[in-house]
Nanobody
Framework: QVQLVESGGDLVRPGGSLRLSCAASGITFRLYSMKWYRQVPGKQRELVALITTSTTTNYADSVKGRFTIFRDNDKSTVYLQMNSLKPEDTAVYYC?????????WGQGTQVTVSS
């Protein structure tokens, strides 16, 4: 059974930092590209960051220079380090695992940026 379990979401003040984690089980993690998405009510899910199996990374323009995605294949975990958080970063953050035609999603973790 494949599971992606996100954690680390919280309420944080503008300018603060959070680190999200997504722990995978039931897959050969090193074979999967990993992505972080986010979604706010009434809007489409947005791709925030991705990391390939060769650790190439890419980011949405809105988070470049503030967010960093990285992975630990030994722990089957992908992380999203979020710095200089803004109120517009408020969303539910989801991790996604992709290998060829296989896609898996986590349940999401809430990030709220507010003073």
């Amino acid at each position: 059974q494949v599971q992606l379990v996100e954690s680390g979401g919280d309420l944080v003040r503008p300018g603060g930092s959070l680190r999200l984690s997504c722990a995978a089980s039931g897959i050969t993690f090193r074979l999967y590209s990993m992505k972080w998405y986010r979604q706010v009510p009434g809007k489409q899910r947005e791709l925030v960051a991705l990391i390939t199996t060769s650790t190439t990374t890419n980011y949405a323009d809105s988070v470049k220079g503030r967010f960093t995605i990285f992975r630990d294949n030994d722990k089957s975990t992908v992380y999203l380090q979020m710095n200089s958080l803004k109120p517009e970063d408020t969303a539910v953050y989801y991790c996604n695992a992709n290998f060829q035609s296989l896609y898996y999603w986590g349940q999401g973790t809430q990030v709220t940026v507010s003073s």
